[in-house]
Antibody, heavy 120, light 109 residues
Framework: EVQLVESGGGLVQPGGSLRLSCAASGFTFSSYWMHWVRQAPGKGLVWVSRSNKEGSDTTYADSVKGRFTISRDNAKSTVQLQMHSLRAEDTAVYYC?????????????WGQGTLVTVSS | SYVLTQPPSVSVAPGKTARITCGGDSLESKSVYWYQHKPGQAPVLVISYDTDRPSGIPERFSGSNSGNTATLTISRVEAGDEADYYCKVWDVTSDHDVVFGGGTKLTVL
């Protein structure tokens, strides 16, 4: 059974930093792209970032580019999202998502999400 | 960047057919994916590559994509189908790899 378990969410002040982590199991982690998707309170799903299988190719939504960094450790089957210069509008539930094996593939499995609240 | 447009809400009586649309420029040239999201739960993929239904998804769920509009059709709607539904595409013309529609709240009357 595929499992994606996020951790690291919490309350952080504006301008602060937070590191989210996602532990994956039940599949060959190194064979899949990984994504982060977020959902602000009362809003829809918004894609944040993704990493290819090796971690050598990463992309970001404009809203987080330059502030967030995605990375992965295939040996430990984990993917992280380092978030800096956090803003109130970054408040959201962040989902770790298993993608396919390349472009134009589905988002196959989602974690339960971890809540990030940016507030003073 | 690429924009996908969904109606905010769709309502349907139990046993009837629900159709949720997703609009985008030349959408038929892209593969459309649909996700079901119930409150407090992880989103679930219900349609891949316009029309493919993943294992475990009921046959009542189907998809189509033509012109500028993709449609998720749910036949014989049940109370348990009440959820938010999102369409999604890949936009490889820019760095914005993945684009979601704004989501549609399906209400079962």
């Amino acid at each position: 059974e595929v499992q994606l378990v996020e951790s690291g969410g919490g309350l952080v002040q504006p301008g602060g930093s937070l590191r989210l982590s996602c532990a994956a199991s039940g599949f060959t982690f190194s064979s899949y792209w990984m994504h982060w998707v977020r959902q602000a309170p009362g809003k829809g799903l918004v894609w944040v970032s993704r990493s290819n299988k090796e971690g050598s190719d990463t992309t970001y939504a404009d809203s987080v580019k330059g502030r967030f960094t995605i990375s992965r450790d295939n040996a430990k089957s984990t993917v992280q999202l380092q978030m800096h210069s956090l803003r109130a509008e970054d408040t959201a539930v962040y989902y770790c998502v298993r993608g396919g094996d390349g472009y134009n593939s589905p988002l196959l499995n989602w974690g339960q999400g971890t809540l990030v609240t940016v507030s003073s | 960047s690429y924009v996908l447009t969904q109606p905010p809400s769709v309502s349907v009586a139990p046993g009837k057919t629900a159709r949720i649309t997703c609009g985008g420029d030349s959408l038929e040239s892209k593969s459309v994916y649909w996700y079901q999201h119930k409150p407090g739960q992880a989103p679930v993929l219900v349609i891949s590559y316009d029309t493919d239904r993943p294992s475990g998804i009921p046959e009542r769920f189907s998809g189509s994509n033509s012109g500028n509009t993709a449609t998720l059709t749910i036949s014989r709607v049940e109370a348990g189908d009440e959820a938010d539904y999102y369409c999604k595409v890949w936009d490889v013309t820019s760095d914005h790899d993945v684009v979601f529609g704004g989501g549609t709240k399906l209400t079962v009357l």
